[in-house]
Nanobody
């Protein structure tokens, strides 16, 4: 079992930055691929970024490439999402997810989900 708790969301002006954290419990978390997804009202949950268990490979949605950076610290059981140059369209609830097998952009890959943290970007 893996439990995930996101933090770091908030209200920021366009062009600003935030860093989200995803703290995990469970001693096997370091073997899980981890992804960030987001969902805004009336829209499906969409892929943002993912990182393999070792941190050696990362993947990004085109909409955030060059602005967001995913990283992880397995010693701390924590995954981060650094978000720079934020835009109003980045406003959403951001979810962390962990996958026991594979690391992809598809929601169905992920076995565990956090409760989400709200990010609001004002124009």
């Amino acid at each position: 079992q893996v439990q995930l708790v996101e933090s770091g969301g908030g209200l920021v002006q366009a062009g600003g930055s935030l860093r989200l954290s995803c703290a995990a419990s469970g001693r096997t978390f370091s073997t899980y691929g981890t992804g960030w997804f987001r969902q805004s009202p009336g829209r499906e949950r969409e892929f943002v970024a993912a990182i393999v268990w070792s941190g050696g490979s990362t993947f990004y949605a085109d909409s955030v490439k060059g602005r967001f950076t995913i990283s992880r610290d397995n010693a701390k059981n924590t995954v981060y999402l650094r978000m720079n140059s934020l835009k109003p369209e980045d406003t959403a609830v951001y979810y962390c997810a962990a996958a026991g097998t594979g690391t992809t952009m598809f929601r169905g890959t992920y076995d565990y989900w956090g409760q989400g943290t709200q990010v609001t970007v004002s124009s």
